[in-house]
């Protein structure tokens, strides 16, 4: 991509673009998610969604760092990756990560564009609870080897309160 057409844009328009990007990326995801649960069902579309994102995690990783300058290894490291992730974050709009100490941390999604869009079309939630611990298990080990991640609860579990999930990571 030749990126010379954007360096004198205002920066307003280049923040206007980045959201821009973010929307198209939800919506592409979505509609292939939707394309593919209409033709071979829910259980299908999640097996191959689930494949996808535990591959794409460690790009994303590494991406990150490369061009964020991002060195931090074990709960430090994480936490800085996932403030930072832009694959998670646009798809929860409302989320945040907080590290607990030196050996724990918890990422919590308070408001999930995906889940509320199939509320909204009446086609139920999305079991993502498979999807999300290969994809965070795979971004947390492609930060640190050492770090586990554990699942408080997430869909097919319902809500609790204003939170849709709850992951937990530790440092064995």
């Not at 999640?46 to 991406?63: G, I, L, S, Y």
């Not at 061009?67 to 646009?90: F, R, T, Y």
Request: hydrophobic share 40%; aromatic share 12%.
């Amino acid at each position: 991509m030749n990126l010379d057409k954007f360096k004198d844009l205002p920066r307003e328009t280049l923040l206007d673009l980045l959201d821009m990007a973010y929307k198209n990326f939800r919506t592409i995801d979505g509609l292939w998610f939707l394309e593919v649960e209409d033709a071979h069902g829910v259980d299908a579309a999640t097996e191959v969604d689930t494949k996808v994102w535990e591959r794409m995690a460690p790009f994303e990783v590494r991406r990150l760092r490369r061009v964020l300058h991002l060195d931090k290894q074990g709960i430090p490291g994480l936490v800085e990756a996932l403030e930072n992730s832009m694959c998670w974050m646009s798809f929860a709009a409302e989320s945040y990560v907080e590290q607990v100490d030196e050996k724990r941390a918890v990422f919590r999604v308070q408001d999930c564009l995906p889940q509320k869009a199939r509320m909204e079309q009446k086609i139920g939630l999305f079991p993502c609870r498979d999807m999300e611990q290969r994809y965070l298990g795979s971004f947390a080990r492609a930060v640190d080897p050492s770090i586990k991640v554990s699942c408080g609860f997430s869909p097919p579990d319902k809500p609790r309160g204003r939170l849709w999930c709850e992951w937990w990571f530790e440092v064995e």
